[in-house]
């Protein structure tokens, strides 16, 4: 079974910058497209980034010229860098196939406040 571990997350103020991580294990993970999900205080998980295996990468409108996705596949691992950040990036962060094939992980929290 796959297993995710998200991790990074912190208090950030506005203007800020945080990398999110993610660890995927029981899995080939290079063959996956992955992806990063967010899910703010009573709104729906929604789709923030993915990448593909051949490191094509894709962003929401809103997080566009300010997040970027990369992954490590040595490391079985995804990351986001998160610049400029804003207090409407505030959220809990997943990552997960693009589809969400695999269980989810316990995410990390990000907050973005002055």
């Known amino acids: 079974q796959v297993q995710l571990v998200e991790s990074g997350g912190d208090l950030a103020q506005p203007g800020g910058s945080l990398r999110l991580s993610c660890a995927a294990s029981?899995?080939?993970?290079?063959?996956?497209?992955m992806a990063w999900y967010r899910q703010a205080p009573g709104k729906a998980r929604e789709l923030v980034a993915d990448?593909?295996?051949?490191?094509?990468?894709n962003y929401t409108n809103s997080v566009k010229g300010r997040f970027a996705i990369s992954r490590a596949n040595a490391k079985n691992t995804v990351y986001l860098q998160m610049d400029s950040l804003k207090p409407e990036d505030t959220a809990v962060y997943y990552c997960?196939?693009?589809?969400?094939?695999?269980?989810w992980g316990q995410g990390t929290q990000v907050t973005v406040s002055s």
């Open positions: 997960n196939t693009l589809g969400s094939t695999w269980k």
């Open positions: 029981g899995t080939i993970f290079s063959v996956h497209h």
């Open positions: 990448i593909n295996s051949d490191y094509r990468v």
